[in-house]
């Protein structure tokens, strides 16, 4: 999720911020400091107030790559993405819950229609850097069930 954030980031200070979003999916229970985002009458915040950096230092955490054995962790939001669904799984701290939504929402991306029903061709590719066993069963719907190309470095 950084490096595309640190992608995105790139290309709109290039070419400006309406030319691109960033779309950002994260398990409810695996975001830090997801208390920020909670409002307690349950309406939701709009927009929402919400730091990914460390708060004492100022800077973003220094995070290490999840080990292949690592099943929990929470990770800040990436700021550089321009909107997130936030999924809430019922798990906290669970890693690859979210996989059901990722790939429905990439279908129905990918199957867009407009007023008139006329398809509405939206390129998509998937990226994979680095990843763990999580990322091989988003990988597999996304090629079977999407059609969606895959990038690996």
Not at 127 to 141: A, P
């Amino acid at each position: 999720m950084k490096l595309t954030g640190e992608a995105v980031r790139d290309y709109t200070d290039a070419y400006g911020s309406n030319h691109m979003n960033a779309i950002g999916i994260a398990s409810w229970g695996c975001i830090a400091r997801r208390e920020a985002l909670e409002n307690h009458n349950y309406e939701g915040s709009f927009p929402a107030s919400y730091q990914s950096e460390d708060s004492d230092s100022g800077r973003p955490q220094d995070l290490q790559p999840a080990s292949i054995a690592q099943d929990e962790e929470e990770l800040p939001l990436d700021p550089n993405h321009t909107h997130f669904f936030l999924v809430d799984t019922g798990f906290n701290r669970r890693k690859g819950r979210d996989c059901q939504f990722r790939t429905r929402f990439a279908h129905v991306i990918g199957t867009w229609r407009d007023e008139e029903n006329r398809e509405v061709k939206v390129p998509m590719c998937g990226l994979l850097i680095g990843g763990d066993r999580f990322n091989l069963e988003q990988i597999f719907y996304a090629l079977t069930d999407n059609r969606c190309p895959i990038m690996a470095i």
